[in-house]
């Protein structure tokens, strides 16, 4: 069982810039794939950017691609989302995820496709 806890949310004006942490209780999580999701009020979960176990490949989202950076640190098991030239619509609970077995872009875009899940946290962009 991998615990995924995430930090860095808050508020932030429009064009600014927040990096969001998601930290692993296990080891393991170095072997894992890992995802970013967002969930704004009154709509579905969205993918936000994935990355592979090793780091070598990412996904995004066409609505924060050249925006957002997805990375990690497999020796300090962290995974990170860098976020800048953020605006209102990017206002959301951001959730960071962790799945077993093949990755792919497809694949890393998927909410069924990952296994553990953090508790989110917090991002508002204000105009």
């Known amino acids: 069982q991998v615990r995924l806890v995430e930090s860095g949310g808050g508020s932030v004006q429009a064009g600014g810039s927040l990096r969001l942490s998601c930290t692993a209780s296990e080891r393991t999580f170095s072997t894992y794939y890992m995802g970013w999701f967002r969930q704004a009020p009154g709509s579905m979960r969205e993918f936000v950017a994935a990355i592979s176990w090793s780091g070598d490949r990412t996904h995004y989202a066409h609505s924060v691609e050249g925006r957002f950076t997805v990375s990690r640190d497999n020796a300090g098991n962290t995974g990170y989302l860098q976020m800048n030239s953020l605006n209102s619509e990017d206002t959301a609970i951001y959730f960071c995820?962790?799945?077993?077995?093949?990755?792919?872009?497809?694949?890393?875009?998927?909410?069924?496709?990952?296994?553990?899940w953090g508790q989110g946290t917090q991002v508002t962009v204000s105009s």
């Open positions: 995820a962790a799945g077993i077995g093949f990755f792919s872009g497809s694949n890393g875009a998927l909410l069924g496709r990952y296994d553990y």
